[in-house]
């Protein structure tokens, strides 16, 4: 499944399957090992990207 958007959320977000889009959170962002992100980028309080996961782009937290 993959999901096209923007997620905003004032909680933890874990990613676990095909996005594409932005991330904006208040919390915590998980790109689990089986994710591919491909988007705007992550704004969050921190990102913890798994080694196998596919990240198009580079998480940053800000």
Do not use: Q, W, Y
């Not at 090992?33 to 080694?51: C, M, Y």
């Amino acid at each position: 499944m993959k999901f096209t958007g923007d997620i905003v959320a004032d909680t933890n977000v874990t990613i676990d399957g095909e996005m594409v889009g932005r991330i904006k959170s208040t919390r915590h962002v998980s790109l689990g090992a089986t994710s591919r992100f491909e988007g705007g980028g992550i704004e969050s309080e921190s990102a913890l990207v798994s080694v196998m996961c596919g990240a198009a782009s580079s998480p940053r937290a800000s």
